[in-house]
Every structure is written in C-alpha cells, then in structure tokens.
C-alpha cells in the first residue's frame, strides 16, 4: 500500500509539472506555434518536457525586464509618462497621415515640428562633430554608449569631457554594463576621477548577483546644450574609415537640432534614472526651432506589453505606396515583419534590402541566408554590399519618411535590447539617405533566388542550424 501511494503521489507530481508548464505557455507564448510546441513536449515527454521548458522555454530575459519596470515604475518621474493629446499639435498633411499614425498610437507622442536632422557618415565626419559640440556645451553633456572604447577617439572625448568639466558643466556618461567588456583598460575610470559623472547599465556583478548577458541599453545619445546626436555610432576607432579603410566599421550618424532634442535629453535622464536609481527634473523646453523636419523619438525595450518598434516597422511597411529602402547590418526580422515586406513586394511596392556582404558575426550572415528564399520568392531585391563591414540601419519609404537610430532587424533589438529610434518626416533628409543606399547598391551584388537554392547542401544545413538558434544570437 504505501508503494501504490508513492507511486500515484508521483504519477500526480509528474502531471501537476507538466499542465504548469503547458498553461504557463498557452499564458506567456505569443506564437501560437511555439505555444504548441511546448504543449506537447510537456505533455508527452513526462518529466524531461517540463525541465526543457523550465531551461529553454521561459524567457527570463523578459521576466527579468518585468520585474524591473515593476519595481521602478513607482520611483518614475512625471515626464516618464507625459500627457497625450488627442489632437495633434500641428495639422499633419493627407498624404503623411497613414505613415504617421502607427508610430502616434504605438508610442502616446505625436510628431514635433521645427527640426533640423544632418545625417553624417562614419566616424570621421560625426565624432569631430560630437567634439565641437562637447567643446562648445556650457550647461550640460550626455552621452550613452553601447561601447566606449579605448583609443584615441575615445581619448578625444575624455578630454574633451573633462573641459567641459572645467566650465562647470554637467557632464555624464551612461555605458552598458556588457559593452564595457569591449574596452578592458577602463578609460573611463579617469573620466571619473576628472568629475565626470560615470554609470553603467545593468553591469555584471558578484553582489547582488547579476549574471544576466541580455537587457542591455543599445541606444546611442549625445546631447550638448541645444544640439543631440543619436543613431548608430558607438565610441571607437574602428568608426574612422579614413584609418581603417579595409576592417573599419561603416555607419551613419545624425545631428538633430530643434525641438526633439528635449525628447532626447529626456529619453537620457530616464535611462540615467533607471541605472541610478535617482531621476533627474527634466527642465522646461527653451529649444529654439532650427528646421523643417517633423520627428517622433521611438523608445523600445523588453518588459513592455507592446512590441513597439516590431509593429512600427510593420505599420510603415504596409502603408508604403512606392518603394522602401532598407539598409540593416542583421537581418533576422520577426515573421511578422517578413510577412509585411512579402505583402509590400506583392502588392507592387518596390522593396529594396541592402545587406553586408562580409559580417562581423558569420553566423549571424549564416542565419539571414536561410531566410531569404521566402522574400525573393515575393519579388523582394536584396544586395550584399562590399566592406569594410556596414553597421548602418536605416529605412526610408516613398519620398518622405525615415526611420533611423540604433535598433537592427534582429530578435535581439526587437525584443531584448532598450532601443531608441526616430521617425523623420522630411524630404531632404529621405532623398540623402536613400541616394546613401543607392549608392551601397551600385557597388554590391544582387543575390538571386537560384544562386541560393544552388548551395551545397553542408552549407544549407550550416545556414540552416544558424538559423534556428536565431533567436538566441
């Protein structure tokens, strides 16, 4: 008897585990097939399907993020969560209001007019631009980095920060914990001892532990005074392709003068805020108009019931009329996204994608080659362009509309970086950047559908194996 109770005791132990897991992902899972999956390997793998749930199933990435804006949320500060108009400050023509919606109703702000946008290409024309500003700034310096490197741009800055230090500037340096690992010297611990005020975003440590790799601040930020900049240029030397023509990093970067420059001082204080536990008063708007560009910042990261830049692609995509340029270092969109660029290409949109054609991470250019066949099937063009290894990741759509900032096509921006993007409404700055994209276009190499379905079939299992781990690289 008390064999046949331990028996049914684990018999019900077994099934409790198992309809836990299965009801935690029918709960949790936003793919109905990946909720599916995990369903029936917990259900008839008794034991083993639950613990492989457990291990690889639960994002705990995601849970983390929850439990951190839950934890936080009280502490925010009034500007965290401005107030939403209805109505928009300024009448949006006709013929931006379908574009301009998503990005309205996805992020509670409307469109701020009055602003000058400059793109500026690699690092050698934007760091001796983010310099000028930081020699010039009398009253405040921010800057985030996903990785501030030593070198000797990274010198330039230090010094540069430093007088500015000198002036009796508020001078702070917000770097993610994991891009620190990128520069093993610690410039930054000068930077700190000059009065550099310095943090860092959710690093690694022994006590409390934090052992976590994801969740990290991707967002790029500089502002000086009255003038930001933001998009993808990280702090090093590799960006100045003046020095390093053949391994350098190419990227675009953007000057923003006008009113959105408060949105992004405030998107830094409440980064700043969230890694020291202490937020800043956001002092009212005295940024004068210098342009005619309509922007919306876009700020995204994990912990949000919202995917925000997933639906905001996807929300610009299906209102192209004419044609989208996208220029991406990864592509590993979500199905989402390659459902929108298949839709586009068939209604009759051209949809023209620019990819690196030497990455910086193989398997990253393994993975993307697995999903390609799907778009080109569709009519999609795809070009591979040639180094030194492109970082940009811009859109632009029709004429009007850019999306620029730091945020890839990948699972990893999508869904488990803090990211931080612009919306641009403006002509001029449509046309320079997709003449950039042209231009990577005449130099690269179309791909073609029968070129891929040509591979050896080692290499399409190479590409294939990549590709199922995608959403872990």
Not at 16 to 43: Q, Y
Not at 408 to 431: C, G, W, Y
Not at 440 to 463: D, S
Request: charge should be positive; hydrophobic fraction near 45%.
């Amino acid at each position: 008897m008390p064999l046949l109770v331990l028996e049914t005791l684990i018999f019900l132990a077994v099934q409790v585990l198992s309809w836990a897991a299965v009801c935690h992902a029918l709960l949790t899972k936003r793919d109905p097939r990946s909720a599916l999956s995990w369903t029936v390997i917990s259900l008839f793998l008794p034991v083993l399907g639950p613990m492989f749930y457990i291990l690889f199933g639960i994002s705990r990435a995601e849970s983390r993020a929850n439990r951190l804006m839950r934890r936080l949320a009280a502490a925010e500060p009034e500007y965290a969560h401005p107030p939403f108009p209805q109505e928009p400050p300024e009448q949006i023509p006709p013929h931006l209001l379908e574009m301009e919606l998503p990005g309205r109703y996805l992020t509670s702000r409307h469109l701020c007019g009055g602003n000058d946008i400059i793109p500026l290409y690699n690092g050698d024309a934007a760091y001796p631009a983010m310099l000028d500003a930081v020699n010039h700034a009398q009253d405040h310096v921010y800057l985030a980095s996903y990785i501030f490197k030593s070198g000797k741009i990274c010198e330039a800055f230090i010094e540069a920060m430093s007088k500015a230090v000198g002036r009796g500037a508020d001078v702070r340096v917000l770097i993610d914990g994991i891009g620190a690992f990128y520069s093993p010297s610690k410039p930054w611990k000068r930077m700190a001892g000059q009065g550099v005020h310095v943090e860092f975003f959710l690093p690694p440590r022994l006590f409390p532990p934090n052992f976590g790799i994801n969740l990290r601040n991707h967002r790029k930020i500089l502002i000086c005074d009255n003038t930001a900049f933001t998009g993808g240029i990280n702090i090093a030397d590799h960006n100045c392709l003046c020095e390093y023509p053949k391994n350098g990093i190419q990227d675009v970067h953007f000057r923003c003068q006008g009113p959105i420059v408060q949105d992004l001082r405030r998107a830094f204080l409440l980064n700043w805020g969230f890694s020291t536990g202490k937020y800043d008063p956001l002092e009212s708007d005295k940024t004068p108009v210098a342009g005619s560009s309509r922007c919306r910042l876009v700020m995204d990261g994990p912990g949000s019931h919202i995917e925000i830049l997933n639906e905001l692609f996807c929300g610009a995509i299906s209102a192209a009329k004419g044609i989208i340029r996208i220029m991406t270092p990864y592509f590993l969109p979500s199905h989402d996204i390659m459902a929108a660029l298949r839709s586009a290409a068939r209604r009759g949109i051209e949809v023209w994608i620019v990819l690196p054609g030497k990455n910086n991470l193989p398997y990253m250019h393994w993975a993307m080659l697995r999903l390609l066949p799907t778009l080109l099937q569709a009519g999609v063009r795809i070009w591979l362009q040639p180094p030194p290894f492109a970082h940009s990741k811009l859109m632009t759509i029709d004429g009007n509309y850019s999306q620029i900032g730091s945020a890839n096509l990948d699972a990893r921006s999508l869904h488990l970086n803090f990211e931080l993007n612009m919306e641009v409404f403006d002509t001029r700055l449509h046309d320079r950047l997709a003449e950039h994209i042209d231009t990577a276009i005449a130099k690269g190499r179309e791909i073609t559908l029968k070129e891929i379905e040509a591979q050896p079939l080692p290499v399409k299992l190479r590409n294939a194996a990549c590709w199922i781990f995608s959403p872990y690289l």
